[in-house]
T-cell receptor, first 112, second 113 residues
Framework: DTEVTQTPKHLVMGMTNKKSLKCEQH?????MYWYKQKAKKPPELMFV???????INESVPSRFSPECPNSSLLNLHLHALQPEDSALYLC???????????FGDGTRLSIL | QKEVEQNSGPLSVPEGAIASLNCTYS??????FFWYRQYSGKSPELIMF????GDKEDGRFTAQLNKASQYVSLLIRDSQPSDSATYLC?????????????FGTGTKLQVIP
């Protein structure tokens, strides 16, 4: 069990659908992250929120839209995704730099 | 482009042996280094972190850092089949105010019973 909780665990959606991935942590961490991971590749950073403000956007396409409603929650809104967006989406949190990041179990996303 | 290099493996060791996993990095200013274990189909799990030159031990795991040579390693003593996984080295970016880490591509470890 991890202290970073992600829902749903699996998601299948069509290219015209809108869906959201959710992430929650109750460790009091002030930095939260979204990563994308393809098979046999390392995690690839997408977004970083620090103290509920977006601090890093790694040139992610606008079909991915992050949101941080409060210090414990992080959402990733998905719209008009492409088949190549199928991947494991990981949420992580850390107390602050340079503290290590703790990952959730991930959401496995499949785009039809 | 900051780089973190790992041998992709697989590294095969017999049960009970010491597994040695290595990682080199290009950003000489890096100060924070992390090792994650990732089982197939699962998320990365933090194993060790190290900030200072030298060794840091935690149970069967020892992280070693040599900033002058820009490498960090992970030793696993008394390797068990359950240690079979991909081990990711991660190095914190030195850009001011960022929380970004760069991950290596990982080394696949196979512990043979």
């Amino acid at each position: 069990d991890t202290e970073v909780t992600q829902t749903p665990k699996h998601l299948v959606m069509g290219m015209t659908n809108k869906k959201s991935l959710k992430c929650e942590q109750h460790m009091g961490h002030r930095a939260m992250y979204w990563y994308k991971q393809k098979a046999k590749k390392p995690p690839e950073l997408m977004f970083v929120y620090s103290y509920e403000k977006l601090s890093i956007n790694e040139s992610v396409p606008s079909r991915f839209s992050p949101e941080c409603p409060n210090s414990s929650l992080l959402n990733l809104h998905l719209h008009a995704l492409q088949p190549e967006d199928s991947a494991l989406y990981l949420c992580a949190s850390s107390q602050d730099q340079p503290q290590p990041q703790h990952f959730g179990d991930g959401t496995r996303l499949s785009i039809l | 482009q900051k780089e973190v290099e790992q041998n992709s493996g697989p590294l095969s060791v017999p049960e009970g042996a010491i597994a040695s996993l290595n990682c080199t990095y290009s950003d000489r200013g890096s100060q924070s280094f992390f090792w994650y274990r990732q089982y197939s189909g699962k998320s990365p799990e933090l194993i060790m972190f190290i900030y200072s030159n030298g060794d840091k031990e935690d149970g069967r795991f020892t992280a070693q850092l040599n900033k002058a040579s820009q490498y960090v390693s992970l030793l696993i003593r008394d390797s068990q089949p359950s240690d079979s996984a991909t081990y990711l080295c991660a190095v914190k970016d030195t850009s001011g105010g960022y929380q970004k880490v760069t991950f290596g591509t990982g080394t696949k470890l196979q512990v043979i019973p």
